[in-house]
């Protein structure tokens, strides 16, 4: 079995010490990722871009990997800057303010008119949008009520890319085929879990995430268009490390880790769901054409052989500590 070029369309690499733990578990396996920018303070200049960028670089050392940057939406941000700084990004990311972690400086209330300038600004120039689609309504309700908002910004801004970030609701499936340009990122684990997984017995603080994992109906509709490889979906792990401390407290940070083991679950799915036919284009295929872009070559060798999950790396704990998974990597080959 074997993945080429894997793309993931969504990740947290972090800074600091987090970036030089847990970078390389991604490129390793992937040929590119798209970068999200929530950092404190988030990144929102070209200057921070592409520092970000080289210090993404240098905690990846040898590994052959495109880090796909994308910049923190303001609705300041006017033509002449987003030209100015426009082959520097692949996407800009928009978050409602203060919905997850460090989006205190998001968009507050989605008046178009309001956000009109940069949005078209980013329609002009083929600039993609990514959201975190959740409202601060009731927390099993808050993707379904943004829908509404995915809708008035596709109509409004007709040529501008939308992509809706890790969904996790059938009524999110539903919109991708409503309107041409709304497409989707699916996580791993919105795949594999319910929110029963979550919360249904003891609180298991390492699966929760934003938005949470939601009803069964939901993850079978998830199921069905990542399975089937449906073109306006690609996937995105939203691996988003927090130090074993910030998960196992009161007041646990929301995000699972994913990267090391994002592949050979995703292996293990399509071959449950026979489906393996598709993975190639969930993984990598349908990326290439939503976004435009053509990654590096890089080819990952699986094998059905059991792999434990480590309990930790370093100070993170990933998905599935401790427990075994059908697939292993066995050989990464480059070139
Ligand atoms: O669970 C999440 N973690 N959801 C997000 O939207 C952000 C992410 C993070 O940065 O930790
Ligand atoms: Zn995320």
């Known amino acids: 079995m074997q993945l080429t070029a894997p793309l993931d369309m969504h990740l947290h690499l972090r800074d600091g010490d987090m970036l030089q733990n847990i970078a390389k578990a991604s490129a390793q396996t992937f040929s590119g990722a798209i970068i999200m920018p929530n950092l404190v303070p988030p990144v929102s200049t070209k200057e921070e871009v592409i520092a970000y960028k080289e210090r993404i670089l240098a905690a990846i050392g040898d590994e052959k990997f495109t880090p796909y940057m994308t910049l923190f939406f303001k609705p300041s941000y006017d033509k002449a800057f987003l030209e100015s700084l426009r082959d520097e990004i692949t996407a800009i990311k928009l978050y409602p303010a ?20 940069t949005l078209e600004a980013m329609s002009e120039l083929n600039i993609p949008l990514c959201v975190h689609g959740e409202t601060n309504g009731f927390v099993m309700d808050r993707e379904a009520e943004f829908v509404s908002i995915y809708e008035r910004l596709a109509n409004a801004f007709p040529k501008l890319k939308i992509i ?23 996580t791993i684990h919105h795949l594999l879990l319910t929110l029963d997984d979550v919360a249904g017995g003891m609180l298991q603080p390492h699966l929760f995430c934003k938005p949470i994992a939601k009803r069964p109906e939901d993850r079978e509709a998830l199921l069905k268009v990542a399975l089937e490889a449906h073109p306006k979906v690609m996937f995105g792990s939203d691996s988003a490390p927090h130090p074993k401390h910030a998960k196992e407290n009161c007041g646990c940070a929301a995000g699972v880790f994913t990267a090391p083991i994002a592949l050979q679950l995703l292996t293990e799915l399509f071959e449950k769901h026979h489906a393996l036919n ?35 790396y370093n100070d993170v704990v990933p998905m599935y500590a401790n427990e075994t998974i059908a697939y292993s990597i066995k050989d990464i080959q480059h070139g």
């Open 278 to 312: 598709n993975i190639q284009a969930f993984v990598s295929g349908n990326a290439q054409k939503i976004y435009g872009i053509t990654p590096r070559t890089k080819t990952i060798i699986l094998e059905k052989k059991p792999f434990t999950v480590p309990a930790i």
């Open 98 to 117: 203060g919905i997850t972690t460090n989006s205190e400086g998001g968009v507050s209330g989605f008046d178009v008119e309001e956000l009109r300038p």
């Open 164 to 186: 809706m970030e890790h969904i996790t609701t059938k009524e999110s499936v539903k919109a991708l085929d409503k309107h041409e340009n709304l497409y989707a990122t699916i």
